[in-house]
């Protein structure tokens, strides 16, 4: 079993940046494909970006391809999200997860294919 905690949110204006990062303990984060969602107010939990145990694979949401990079230090147990050129519409609740499979890649990218979540960092982006 592994507990993540996600950090690195907060209040941004549109056209800037953010770094969230998501620290492991329990179980290695090296044993588990990784991956990031996010939750609007009143909508469904949505795919951002997820990355093999290696860090050798990454796959992005079509939203965000450009804008986010996805990657890990397994030396840390701990995985990242860059966030780019923030727009409004990204603003959410952002988790980590750690896919059900473990190392299997590709990850299915419905929220369901993940066993172990963090509590989520708010990202707000002001227009």
């Known amino acids: 079993q592994v507990q993540l905690v996600e950090s690195g949110g907060g209040l941004v204006q549109a056209g800037g940046s953010l770094r969230l990062s998501c620290a492991a303990s329990?179980?290695?984060?090296?044993?588990?494909?990784m991956g990031w969602f996010r939750q609007a107010p009143g909508k469904e939990r949505e795919f951002v970006a997820a990355i093999s145990w290696s860090g050798q694979n990454t796959d992005y949401a079509n939203f965000v391809k450009g804008r986010f990079s996805i990657s890990r230090d397994n030396a840390k147990n701990t995985a990242y999200l860059q966030l780019n050129s923030l727009k409004p519409e990204d603003t959410a609740v952002y988790y980590c997860?750690?896919?059900?499979?473990?190392?299997?890649?590709?990850?299915?990218?419905?929220?369901?294919?993940?066993?172990?979540w963090g509590q989520g960092t708010q990202v707000t982006v002001s227009s």
């Open positions: 997860a750690a896919s059900s499979l473990g190392r299997t890649w590709p990850v299915v990218t419905t929220p369901r294919s993940y066993a172990y």
């Open positions: 329990g179980r290695t984060v090296s044993a588990y494909s």
